[in-house]
T-cell receptor, first 114, second 111 residues
């Protein structure tokens, strides 16, 4: 069964460092998403991406964040200068076109900022 | 804006007890509604969904009915098992295709 894969599963970094989280969405999907879950809290929308551009972003997704689809398969989230409060589980998701589209989530990448 | 509100947890039940987790939503238009489950240490898995009013989603003994008149999508199961212990998230997908989650309800089932 096709699935969304994310790497790394866990990354520890120092405050101020750049981090790139990688995702491989399901191959025929067209819409891509990043969500964040701070430990014990709700799952929050960060950004959606379609047709090689951001279609919507939340207030959390400030200038420190960027997304890219560098080739036909990967979808990356970059945090330029990490802060302590960026520590969270980051989930990538994808879906096909059409409505309603179920979002398929990856297993998540846990980011710990020290 | 669009939002989802779930009953607060944690919910602790004995095995074979009846489960209800309340979920209500606020949305423009006619969203699709979902329940996702997150088992300890794992990602988010779709449990069930409903796409229009009066639809009932069901899976693994869980059910939820899309009630437009009360803007609710309560999750129920007649007899819970220890293996159902997890965090349950109610969510809506708005017209723009964005999934908006409730705060999650932790369920703990004791043998």
């Amino acid at each position: 069964e096709p699935e969304v894969t994310q790497t790394p599963s866990h990354q520890v970094t120092q405050m101020g460092q750049e981090v790139i989280l990688r995702c491989v969405p399901i191959s025929n999907h067209l819409y891509f998403y990043w969500y964040r879950q701070i430990l014990g809290q709700k799952v929050e929308f960060l950004v959606s991406f379609y047709n090689n551009e951001i279609s919507e972003k939340s207030e959390i997704f400030d200038d420190q964040f960027s997304v890219e689809r560098p080739d036909g398969s990967n979808f990356t989230l970059k945090i330029r200068s990490t802060k302590l409060e960026d520590s969270a589980m980051y989930f990538c998701a994808s879906r096909t076109s059409g409505s309603p589209g179920e979002l398929f989530f990856g297993e998540g990448s846990r980011l710990t900022v020290l | 804006g669009d939002s989802v509100t779930q009953m607060e947890g944690p919910v602790t039940l004995s095995e074979e007890a009846f489960l209800t987790i309340n979920c209500t939503y606020t949305a423009t238009g006619y969203p699709s509604l979902f329940w996702y489950v997150q088992y300890p240490g794992e990602g988010l898995q779709l449990l069930l969904k409903a796409t229009k009013a009066d639809d009932k989603g069901s899976n693994k003994g869980f059910e939820a009915t899309y009630r437009k008149e009360t803007t609710s999508f309560h999750l129920e199961k007649g007899s819970v098992q220890v293996s159902d212990s997890a965090v349950y998230f109610c969510a809506l997908m708005n017209q723009g295709g964005k999934l908006i989650f409730g705060q999650g309800t932790e369920l703990s089932v004791k043998p």
